[in-house]
C-alpha cells in the first residue's frame, strides 16, 4: 500500500507556472505508475498526465500538452507536475495518484489518491 500526500498548490495570475509535488510513502515506489488528475467544480476528476515506473515513458491530456510537464525521483519517492503558461480554466483540485503496475502508462484504474491540493489560476 502507498499513501500519497500532494503540496506545491496556490493562487497564481494567468500565465505564471507552478509546481506541484507528491511524496509517496513506501518501499516500493519504483512499482507503481504515477498519475496527476484534477477536478473543477462542477466537473468529473480529469486525467492530466502520466508517467511509468522508471519515468522514461509519459502521457498527457491535450488539455495540458506542451503546457504542463510531469517527472517522478524514485530516490526521493516523489512525482512531479511542472505547470506553466496557467490558465483561469486551470483551476481546479489536483490529484495524484499511483497504480501498481509496471507496464505503460495507464490513465485509469489507479488504485491509491492522495488527498488533492487547490490551484487557482486568477485573470
Known amino acids: 500500500q502507498v499513501q500519497l500526500v500532494e503540496s506545491g498548490g496556490g493562487l497564481v495570475q494567468a500565465g505564471g507556472s507552478l509546481r506541484l509535488s507528491c511524496a509517496a510513502s513506501?518501499?516500493?515506489?519504483?512499482?507503481?505508475?504515477m498519475g496527476w488528475f484534477r477536478q473543477a467544480p462542477g466537473k468529473e476528476r480529469e486525467f492530466l498526465a502520466g508517467i511509468n515506473w522508471s519515468g522514461e515513458r509519459t502521457n498527457y491530456a491535450d488539455a495540458v500538452k506542451g503546457r504542463f510537464t510531469i517527472s517522478r525521483d524514485n530516490a526521493k519517492n516523489t512525482v512531479y507536475l511542472q505547470m506553466n503558461s496557467l490558465k483561469p480554466e486551470d483551476t481546479a483540485v489536483y490529484y495524484c495518484a499511483a497504480r501498481n503496475t509496471r507496464v505503460g502508462v495507464p490513465t485509469t484504474n489507479y488504485n491509491y489518491w492522495g488527498q488533492g491540493t487547490q490551484v487557482t489560476v486568477a485573470s
Open positions: 513506501g518501499r516500493t515506489f519504483s512499482s507503481y505508475a
